[in-house]
Structure formats: C-alpha cells, structure tokens
C-alpha cells in the first residue's frame, strides 16, 4: 500500500491503521515536500509492530529525534526485514538503533536519501551539506549496530 497524507500523518493515525491493516505486509508512506517536519515520532512505528506481523517491507519519514525511555509494550515484529526512513531526523544513533532492534530484530535500515543529494542541492544554495541534508552516517551507524546485536544474539 502506498499513500502521500504527511499533513495528517501523525502517530495516532499510524495506531489507527495498524489496526485496521493487520495483514499488511508491505507499507510505503513517502512525498515529495522537501523540508517538512514529520509529525510521526518513532512511537508510531510501535503499532506496526504489535498488530502487524506480517510486515515486511516498511518506507517511512519520522521524527527520531525524541525517543521515549523504552518500547511501552513488549513489542517485536520478526518478520520486518527492509527499513526505510528516506530523510528522518535523527540524533541518537545507538539509542535509535536499540529501539529498533527491539521492535525488528531482523530489519535492515537505509536512508534512501542519497548524500550525493544533499551535497548537489547544497552546492548549489553554497550552504554546507550538514546545514540542510540528513545525516547519512547516522542512518549508516544505526544499520551497522542492529547488524551486531544480530550478530551478538547468536553467540
């Protein structure tokens, strides 16, 4: 299913379709409006993991810039294996990528965002890349470390 609301999207509604799609099994919520805040924080992602679990395949732009001191349920979803955040903010990386191994454990993330991006689209405004762009070596840190606890997990 693919949709293009960012205006509404919010994490209430995230609640709203998880329960509504709980065969969902791929989900792709991205636009074109460059510059805009997501309204979804990381929280949202929550639903989909408690009543989707046949999710595998999940594009999506949030906030992870706030994150709560833990999931608030007991909340994993094995099935998600492709994580896309496209451009999410993002300033925790390792707190991030706990959150999320928590919820999918055996999801690998990207930005699909390409730094190359940022870098021409800066260039051309003569801004700096960090002053606009995401940070792709977040994204980047936070795959890396989901691949470890994958890793550690077996041992």
Partial sequence: MSTCIFSELNDTLMQDMASAWPRLRSLVLKGKNSGYTPSVTILGLVPLAQHCPELQTLT?????????????????????????????????????AAFLYEMFPRASVKSTWPYEFWEKFNNLRGASVESTGPDKGHWEEVNKLMYAFRVYEKW
């Fill in 60 to 96: 999506i732009l949030f906030n992870g810039c706030f994150l709560p001191p833990s999931i608030p349920v007991e909340t994993k979803n094995k099935a998600l294996i492709e994580l896309e955040v496209l451009r999410s903010p993002i300033e925790d990386p390792e707190a991030i």
